[in-house]
């Protein structure tokens, strides 16, 4: 059996007036939902003002040589600091989204997955 002492905060609560403010609390939920709701998109234009005039984007077209940049989910191992942060030449084969391309190598084969433009630079012969 456990003994313990209430807590001051316990022992001067009234369940009426308890009930009260949880049912004010509730009437202004609707209120406090909205203002949340403002403060989120206020905060995301903020952002976007912020960040949208800094961007370069790069639109290619299909049939485009391009370079990829070599990320670390991609780099092989032991390869030293001097190798070079780009691979390529790839084709664009195709334009799946809003900056996101399917990429052929030279031979025509696919590469597995999407990519993105920051990852990529057009090539100079």
């Known amino acids: 059996m456990e003994v313990g ?12 007036t308890n009930n009260e ?3 004010v609390k509730l009437d202004f939920l609707d209120e406090h939902r909205d203002l949340v709701h403002m403060k989120k998109v206020d905060q995301k ?3 976007e ?3 949208n005039p800094r961007t370069n984007l790069r639109y290619f077209k299909v049939g485009e040589l391009v370079l990829r940049k070599v ?5 092989e191992v032991n390869v030293g600091k001097l190798r070079s ?5 790839y084709r664009i084969s195709a334009i ?4 996101s391309y399917e990429l052929d190598n030279q031979d025509g084969v696919k590469l597995p997955s999407n990519w993105n ?9």
Do not use: D
């Not at 002492?5 to 009426?16: A, C, I, K, M, Q």
């Open 45 to 47: 234009k903020r952002m």
């Open 71 to 75: 990320i670390q989910r991609t780099q």
């Open 85 to 89: 942060i780009w691979e390529g030449p």
């Open 96 to 99: 799946t989204s809003k900056g």
């Open 21 to 23: 403010a949880l049912l």
């Open 5 to 16: 002492e209430p807590t001051l905060r316990f022992s001067r609560t009234n369940e009426g």
């Open 49 to 51: 003002r912020y960040y």
């Open 117 to 125: 433009v920051t990852h990529l630079k057009r090539f100079y012969c």
